[in-house]
C-alpha cells in the first residue's frame, strides 16, 4: 500500500513525525511526503526535519508568500502531478492548513481515497481560513480520523452519518508527540529567563488587526513587568510590529528567534504558564500541565475550557492583564485526564487506513 502524506506547516510535521514512525513499522506500507513549502524559514521547516527525525521530504513544491487563493491553487496542480506520478492508494492530510484542502481536494479528484487526521474539529468561526480548510477537507474524505469525542459529535450533527465515509476516535497525535519527544527535549541557545509566561502570536485575524494588535503586545507588555514574557516571534507577526514601529529596543518582552519542537518541547516544560492565539499550543499546554489563556474569542479544543484549564480571553488588554494575573496568583489544578486518548493515536491512523473497508 502506498500513501502519499501531504505536509507544510509546522504542526503538520510534529504530527506527521508520529505517524510516519508508525507506517516505517508496517511491511506492506510505503510513504512519500510532499512538502508543499508553506512554511519555508529554516527554523519553521527543515529543523524539525533534522531534530525530529522525520524522513525527508520526496517532494518539496516550494510555494509559499503568496494569498490564499493563489497558494492553494498553485499547491493543488503541483500536488495533482505528484499523484499522478505516483499512483498511490491514499493520500494522508492533516488539520486545517491550505496545504490541508489542497491535498485533499487533488486527490478527490482523482478518485484516490482520503484521510484527515485531526477530522471535525470546529471553532464556528468561518472568518478563520482555517476553519474552511476543515470543513471542506473533513466533506471530500473517506476517513475521519478524529481526536476527541466533541469532535465526533460535531461530524454527527453536520450529518457525516450520510455520507458514506468512516468517522473513528482515535485519540490526538500531539499527545502521542508530546510522550515521545519529552525526555528529548532541549534548552534553547537564546538566554530566557528562570521564570518566565510562554507565548505565541500568529493568528491573521490578530496580527493584520492593528487595534488587537496594539491590545494584545500593551498587554503582554504589562504583563512582563512582573513576570517576564518569552515569546518566539513568528515571521509574520515580527513583519507586523515593525510595520506598525513597535518599540522592540525598550520592550520588556523576551523576544526570541522561532524554535525548533524539541526546544519549544522545554520552554512548555519550564514555563509558568501558557498565553497563545495558536491551536495546537493550547493542548501542548495541557499536555505538559500548564495552564492557558487563549487569545481568541472561541477555540476548537472546548473540552480544554469545559475542564477549567483553558481560558478564552480574547483580545482586550485588561481581560488579558486580569486574568494573567489571577492564573500567577493561583496556578490551577492540572490533574491528570485523558482527554486526549492514550498515546497510541500513530498506531490507529495506519491501523484504521491499511483496515479500511467502505461502507
Known amino acids: 500500500m502506498k500513501i502519499v502524506t501531504v505536509i507544510g506547516a509546522r504542526p503538520q510535521f510534529i504530527k506527521a513525525a508520529v505517524v510516519s514512525r508508525a507506517i516505517a513499522q508496517h511491511p506492506d506500507m ?138 473513528e476516535n482515535i485519540g490526538d497525535v500531539m499527545q502521542d508527540a508530546a510522550l515521545f519527544y519529552a525526555p528529548r527535549a532541549k534548552r534553547p541557545a537564546q538566554a530566557v529567563p528562570e521564570d518566565f509566561i510562554l507565548c505565541t502570536v500568529h493568528r491573521a485575524e490578530n496580527t493584520d488587526d492593528n487595534r488587537k494588535l496594539q491590545n494584545l503586545f500593551g498587554a503582554l507588555e504589562q504583563i512582563s513587568a512582573q513576570t517576564t514574557v518569552v515569546l518566539p516571534l ?67 479544543w472546548v473540552e480544554l475550557v469545559e475542564n477549567g484549564v483553558n481560558r478564552l480571553v480574547g483580545t482586550d488588554r485588561d481581560t488579558i492583564t486580569a486574568a494573567a494575573a489571577q492564573c500567577l496568583a493561583q496556578p490551577a489544578n492540572m490533574t491528570e485526564n485523558q482527554l486526549y486518548g492514550n498515546g497510541h493515536a500513530g498506531e490507529k491512523v495506519v491501523e484504521m487506513v491499511y483496515n479500511y473497508r467502505k461502507s
Open 30 to 167: 510505503q510513504e512519500i511526503i510532499v512538502h508543499t513549502g508553506q512554511h519555508f524559514d529554516e527554523n519553521m521547516s527543515d529543523i524539525f526535519f533534522e531534530e525530529m527525525q522525520i524522513p525527508k521530504p520526496d517532494y518539496n513544491l516550494h510555494i509559499n508568500g503568496l494569498g490564499h487563493g493563489a497558494m492553494t491553487g498553485q499547491m493543488l496542480e503541483k500536488i495533482e502531478a505528484v499523484l499522478l506520478e505516483e499512483k498511490p492508494d491514499w493520500v494522508l492530510v492533516y488539520g486545517d492548513t491550505n496545504s490541508t484542502l489542497a491535498g485533499a481536494l487533488a486527490a478527490c479528484k482523482l478518485h484516490i481515497n482520503v484521510a484527515h487526521v485531526e477530522a471535525g474539529l470546529r471553532s464556528f468561526n468561518t472568518n478563520m481560513p482555517e476553519e474552511i480548510n476543515r470543513i471542506l477537507t473533513d466533506r471530500i474524505s473517506n476517513l475521519l480520523l478524529c481526536p476527541t469525542e466533541t469532535a465526533i459529535r460535531n461530524l454527527e450533527q453536520e450529518g457525516f452519518g450520510n455520507f458514506g465515509c468512516k468517522v
Open 234 to 300: 513568528h515571521p509574520r507577526t515580527r513583519k507586523k510590529l515593525e510595520s506598525a514601529h513597535y518599540d522592540f529596543g525598550n520592550s520588556r518582552i523576551c523576544f526570541i528567534e522561532p524554535v525548533g519542537y524539541l526546544e519549544m518541547v522545554w520552554l512548555l516544560s519550564h514555563c509558568r504558564m501558557v498565553m497563545t492565539d495558536s491551536g495546537g499550543l493550547q493542548k501542548e499546554a495541557y499536555f505538559f500541565k500548564k495552564f492557558c489563556l487563549t487569545l481568541r474569542e472561541e477555540t476548537e
